[in-house]
């Protein structure tokens, strides 16, 4: 085959001639019981779960109340890429969402890549939220005076580095007590688990419970899915309007002030967790074969799920930033932390309880969409025949369902939360981005059918070199020196959490001795907690670099600088030739200015992800090349 080959494209036509055939003659055909309102309910179920009960605890904690502006950022980005997904899902209405999408658009081997991406995005995003639930649950039980074992709550990768950095920081003269919860949990965890020789054993075990009662779910019908989903939306709605209308009276805003404490850095830090919090409409074009009208209710269901969820995080953000200190939320369970907090247990209990329901159907949305890729990718043969098998009696994709609860509940013993959140947010990205340049690739093909709805067109080619323009001189205006430091690869300080949990006892020792001789006070500390007295100092950016200076450790402890800082900025940087490579395109084609603004924004997104994740995400998309190349190259049905 020749390398043209793997670029071969499927008709929009021959797509919906397949659907109707399947249809026709029940063969491999899925039920079709949802409406506008159902695909509305799915799209807030996926969307309110974890992001609003778990992470945006983490973000609200790196940007104060200011995080505020990333939800409108995320959202309007979000909103961009949903214009893309409707426009295609009312053209293709079949379940294979992007992956569909890109088939048609760019040719097989990119449909791959984005369909092995979305294996990442569903099947990652209910490891996460499975950690998330685990910790509702576990914190529900415990306030009711069951009390599980710490090594059966918690995933391995965080009990093992929770108690290396625990260590290291009691090593450095912090107490066990003055550990963040979080550091204590993984301790216990570490220390009290069974050990098999040298490996202990630490898995979370009701992560494992929820994704097999979730699964036997979907496994047993569309119908049933549904009318699940719809009650819990229901409920957790109700209870994210009771923390709104009892938390508002416990707001004060001093605790607003100031209201970006670490700056847009600190906003941005937060991107993963708040991007991480809208993951869900698009798994609802994986419904498209079920719904009694797609071309129609598809993109509505999209754009209202995005802005009713888009209100309720602005306003719970406020609620969370005003009732506590911002810097007190980077916690698993923000919102029945602040109730606790304020002493509103009865408020804490109710949230644990919404919070374990509201996770649940997020779970539920994300593990019917799995099965549905896979069995469009099944159908087209770039996998196993037996994965586009449908359940004669249930009507659902019974084999890739089961699959998909083995794929999903094994990593959830043991991976770490903060990594599969940006794993999963990653390939959500990479999804948006190609699903927004499919749009800009087919809008001036003629030969298309065009569905019901379609994105309205807006002319970049003016404008987008003109926003360029203005963000270049708005960059250097307002933020020079961040800005040249960027450029230049400018050596940086480390912060004291990571020069402390990198010393030895050796160095740790010297390090106090010359903490002493800056400050001779410090001598009378009984218990030095070295990262606190290190603390002390960055208030005053000049002060703390002098005294990093002369700190009596190796400089690459003390700075980062060379390619060790500028790996970190490598996703930037591909953002930034991006950029101009899409103004040029733009001017030179005319391109429709809401699909362009949908890929830039996602695409920055990425770029604000850790360079690690990139990795991570292309060690996952080789993988994958190894197995289309293997197998799904020379199976596909367009192999002829």
């Known amino acids: 085959m020749s390398l043209k080959g793997l670029f071969r494209k499927k008709t929009v036509q021959d797509i919906l001639n397949q659907v109707e055939k399947n249809n026709a003659e029940g063969h491999n055909a899925l039920g079709k ?7 509305t309910a799915f799209g807030i179920a996926a969307i309110v779960g974890a992001g609003i009960f778990s992470t945006i605890g983490k973000a609200s904690a790196d940007g104060g109340p200011a995080v505020i502006f990333l939800f409108l950022f995320t959202a309007i980005a979000c909103s961009f890429a949903a214009f893309a997904y409707a426009e295609f899902a009312s053209m293709v209405p079949v379940s294979g969402s992007a992956y569909t999408y890109s088939y048609v658009a760019f040719g097989e081997i990119i449909a791959w890549i984005i369909g092995w991406a979305l294996i990442m995005e569903y099947s990652v995003g209910n490891i996460t939220v499975a950690i998330s639930w685990s910790d509702y649950f576990t914190s529900l039980l415990s306030s009711g005076g069951i009390h599980l074992p710490q090594w059966i709550q918690m995933d391995f990768l965080s009990a093992s580095r929770g108690f290396d950095e625990a260590t290291a920081l009691m090593q450095a003269g912090k107490s066990y007590a003055d550990l963040s919860p979080a550091l204590q949990d993984a301790y216990t965890a570490w220390n009290t688990s ?36 719809n009650i819990m939306v229901v409920v957790k709605l109700c209870i994210v309007l009771l923390v709104i209308a009892v938390g508002v009276f416990y707001v004060d805003t001093a605790n607003w002030h100031p209201f970006a404490p670490n700056g847009v850095s600190g906003v941005l830090k937060g991107v993963s967790a708040v991007f991480f919090a809208y993951i869900g409409f698009d798994a609802i074009s994986t419904t498209a074969e079920e719904c009694k009208d797609p071309q129609r209710d598809l993109p509505r269901g999209m754009m209202w799920a995005i802005i009713i969820c888009t209100l309720l995080y602005i306003a719970i953000a406020l609620v969370l930033t005003g009732m506590v200190s911002y810097d007190l939320l980077n916690v698993g369970d923000p919102l029945a932390f602040v109730f606790e907090k304020l002493d509103l247990k009865w408020m804490s209990g109710i949230i644990a309880v919404s919070a374990v329901v509201a996770m649940a159907s997020v779970l539920l949305v994300f593990q019917m969409g799995q099965p549905r890729i896979w069995m469009s990718m099944s159908r087209d043969g770039l996998l196993p025949k037996r994965f586009s098998k449908v359940h004669p009696k249930y009507q659902t994709p019974s084999y890739a369902t089961i699959v998909t609860g083995f794929v999903v509940a094994i990593p959830a013993l043991f991976l770490n939360l903060t990594l599969v959140t940006d794993l999963c947010s990653i390939g959500t ?32 080619k003016f404008i987008m070199p003109v926003l360029l323009l203005v963000g270049i001189a708005a960059t250097f205006g307002y933020n020079k020196k961040a800005t040249m430091d960027f450029i230049t690869n400018e050596t940086q300080l480390n912060s004291p959490s990571s020069i402390i949990t990198a010393l030895n006892k050796e160095e740790t020792q010297k390090v106090y001795q010359y903490l002493v001789t800056v400050d001779p006070k410090n001598s009378t500390v009984e218990t030095p907690d070295l990262e606190q007295l290190l603390s002390q100092y960055q208030g005053d950016d000049v002060q703390y670099s002098k005294i990093i200076s002369g700190l009596p450790v190796d400089d690459s402890i003390k700075y980062e600088s060379g390619f060790s800082l500028f790996k970190h900025k490598i996703p930037m940087w591909i953002f930034i030739i991006t950029l101009l490579g899409l103004t040029v395109w733009s001017y030179k084609a005319n391109l429709s200015l809401i699909p362009l603004l949908g890929l830039i924004c996602c695409l920055y997104m990425m770029a604000e992800l850790s360079v690690w994740n990139w990795i991570y995400f292309g060690v996952w998309l080789l993988i994958g090349l190894v197995v289309y190349f293997g197998f799904s190259r020379k199976n596909s049905k367009l192999n002829v």
């Open 33 to 39: 019981h949802l409406t506008a309102r159902d695909l």
């Open 194 to 229: 069974p050990v098999i020789g040298s490996f202990h054993f630490v898995a979370d075990l009701p992560a494992l419970l929820i994704i097999v009662l979730i699964t036997a779910l979907i496994y047993r019908g569309m119908k049933e899915s549904r009318n699940a989903s």
């Open 429 to 460: 990205l990479f999804a948006f981005v190609l699903v927004c340049a499919g749009v800009l690739v087919l809008q001036n093909k003629k030969d298309i059918p065009r569905g019901k709805f379609k994105t309205p067109y807006v002319n970049s």
